[in-house]
Structure formats: C-alpha cells, structure tokens
C-alpha cells in the first residue's frame, strides 16, 4: 500500500452556542447564536473559545476570561459572558473537544515504505503503520488500528481493532492488547520480570517465559513497563487506566476501571481488584492481594494485603483513620518530649 496523510479536521469548525446545547445537553444563559471556533482554557481562551469551569475555585475567571461561551454547573450566574449550564461541566466540555478536534491534526493510512513487516502478519482493514515501525512474524493487528513511527511489535503478538500505539513504543513477543488500547510514547511491554536465584554469591537469572494480556479499553501512559510473566501472564484487565512513569512486575494482576497515578509500583504476583487506586508514587510489595475499590494514597508502602473498600495512608500502610491518628501524636512528641524533660527536672531536685 502506497501511504498518504489527510488532515483530520479540514478547515475551521464553527458551531453556534445553541447547537453546542444540542450536542452536549444543557440550558443556555445569554446569547445562544454566539459563534464558537475552538476550545480552550478559561484563562488562555480568546474570543471564538468555549471553555468550562468544573471547579469552584476557578469561577472567578468568569470575571475576565475572553471565552465567548463557558461550560458550567447548573448554579453558575453571569452578566457578562454566555454560559451553557450542565450538571457536568468536563463531560460536556470533552465532548465539544472530541467535535473540534477529532482525532489529532494528521492521521497516516497505510504502511510506510521504511515499515518492515515479518513473514505471515496479518493485518485488518485500515491499519497505519508509521515510519520505521518493525512488526513481528506471525503477528496479527485489528482493523483501524495505528501503529506509530519507531515502534517495535514482537512476534506473535495481537493488537485487536480501533487501537493506537505511539512513536516509540516496545511491544515484545507474545504480548496481547485488546480493542481500543492506548499505549504512549517509550512504554515498554513485556519485558523480562525482575527475577534472580542467587547462588553462591552469584545472581543466577531466572527464565521469563511468560506472557502479558492487556484486555479492552485500556489506556497506558509513557514510560511505564510491564514485565512479562514468570511462566503464565501479567495481566492487565478491562477499563484500566496507567499513568506515566508506572512500574508493573511479573504475573501482576491489575483489576478492572483501576486507576494507577504516575511512580506507583507494583512487585511481583500481586493482585488489584476492581476500581482500585493508587495515588503517586505509591508502591506494593508482592504477593499481596487488594480488594475491589481500594484506594491507597500517594507516597504509601503497602507491605500486607487490603481488605475492599478501604483507603489506607503512610508506610507502613495503615488505614487512613488508624494513620492520622497515629499523625497526630507523632506531631505532639517535641511537646512530650519536652514536658518530659521539665519532669525530669523537677524529680532530680
């Protein structure tokens, strides 16, 4: 196939502030025919923007944004600026992102000459495969999905439908992503697990014949590895949601909708139920188990399993009422420390 680019947006969009109503629901306060252009900001917005306000904080640039419109909550008042009032503001307002810009600016078609493919890939209808991208034997590619500059696809690997892996990506042997994946520049997926036998004073490495399964819907930010299996799969499930900078070791299991925050890490065999998070930089030992909607804080050293439903806090992780008490008192030691001494005195004499 010969590649050819096509912007993804042609020209400039343009939508009155009543049919922006029409996409995204909601009242209009003010000038409902006010043309709208582009999106941005509350505090970079010009004249022909929408923005939006979701947070209390922010509503004083109601005051002096140059938005011609703004996306708020249903309560929000304003004499000087047209609002389009919804009971969620983000929602509504990536919706209008997604109508003004759909997609990024330039999309390749096509496998590009310098691309090499293996023997017996197979690849679905409208698959992209940018510059430089290398894609193993026997490796098979959903329809419309995008394969980006640079990238390397290990053998015998599969990428479903409608999915799109960025420049820079490392995607090795036998690794499985499902539909509508997202993978961010310099992310590497299955890579060996970190795993040694140490004999006679010597670091004896262990095989990792493993594999990684990464189910539908999941969105990997850059920079982030996931080890491979020891022997079965490291396995990432539906709807869950990797920020940059995220350590994932051998036979993980990430729960489904689970949101891990940027320098979380996870040792090996450790298990995450659903709707689990993990704030920055907050790290697991391994074979532990979390239960479903369990949520650690940033900067905590879990070193034991987690019953559902619990917020836990500190390092060690505790949960979060224990810890802030715990907090306190810590707070208080220079006070007793000090009464302590003052006691000591007065025994003395």
């Known amino acids: 196939m010969t590649p050819t680019q096509k912007r993804a947006d042609e020209g400039v969009r343009s939508l009155k502030l009543k049919e922006i109503a029409d996409l995204v629901g909601g009242e209009i306060v003010g000038q409902a025919d006010?043309?709208?252009?582009?999106?941005?900001?509350?505090?970079?917005?010009?004249?022909?923007?929408?923005?939006?306000?979701?947070?209390?904080k922010y509503l004083p640039f109601l005051l002096e944004t140059q938005a011609s419109a703004v996306i708020t909550a249903p309560d929000v008042t304003s004499d000087r600026t047209p609002l389009l009032r919804t009971a969620n503001p983000s929602q509504a307002f990536t919706k209008v992102i997604s109508f003004f810009k759909p997609g990024g600016a330039y999309q390749t078609e096509g496998v590009h000459p310098t691309a090499v493919l293996g023997k017996g890939v197979t690849l679905g209808r409208g698959v992209a495969v940018g510059p430089h991208a290398v894609i193993g034997d026997r490796t098979v590619i959903g329809d419309r999905t995008v394969i980006e500059a640079n990238t390397f696809v290990g053998p015998s690997c599969r990428i479903g439908s409608d999915s799109r892996v960025y420049p820079n990506v490392t995607i090795r042997e036998e690794t499985v992503l499902g539909d509508r994946v997202i993978v961010h520049s310099g992310t590497v997926i299955g890579s060996d697990g970190f795993g040694y036998d140490t004999v006679a004073g010597v670091h004896v490495k262990i095989p990792q014949t493993g594999s990684v399964f990464i189910e539908d819907d999941v969105e990997i930010g850059a920079n982030v590895c996931i080890?491979?299996?020891?022997?079965?799969?490291?396995?990432?499930?539906?709807?869950?949601?990797?920020?940059?900078?995220?350590?994932?070791?051998?036979?993980?299991?990430?729960?489904?909708?689970?949101?891990?925050?940027?320098?979380?890490?996870?040792?090996?065999?450790?298990?995450?139920?659903?709707?689990?998070v993990l704030a920055g930089q907050a790290g697991l030992v391994g074979h532990i188990t979390l239960g479903d909607n369990v949520i650690v804080c940033a900067g905590a050293g879990v070193t034991k399993s987690v019953p559902a439903d619990t917020i836990v806090l500190g390092q060690p992780a505790k949960p979060i009422g224990e810890q802030k008490r715990l907090f306190a008192l810590i707070a208080r030691l220079p006070d007793l420390f000090r009464d302590f001494a003052d006691l000591k005195k007065k025994l003395e004499k």
């Open 227 to 276: 080890d491979r299996g020891r022997f079965q799969r490291t396995w990432i499930k539906k709807g869950a949601k990797i920020d940059n900078l995220v350590q994932i070791a051998h036979n993980v299991v990430i729960g489904e909708n689970a949101l891990l925050v940027s320098q979380s890490g996870i040792s090996g065999s450790t298990e995450l139920g659903k709707n689990v």
């Open 34 to 56: 006010v043309p709208i252009t582009g999106v941005a900001g509350i505090k970079e917005a010009k004249k022909g923007d929408i923005s939006f306000v979701s947070n209390a």
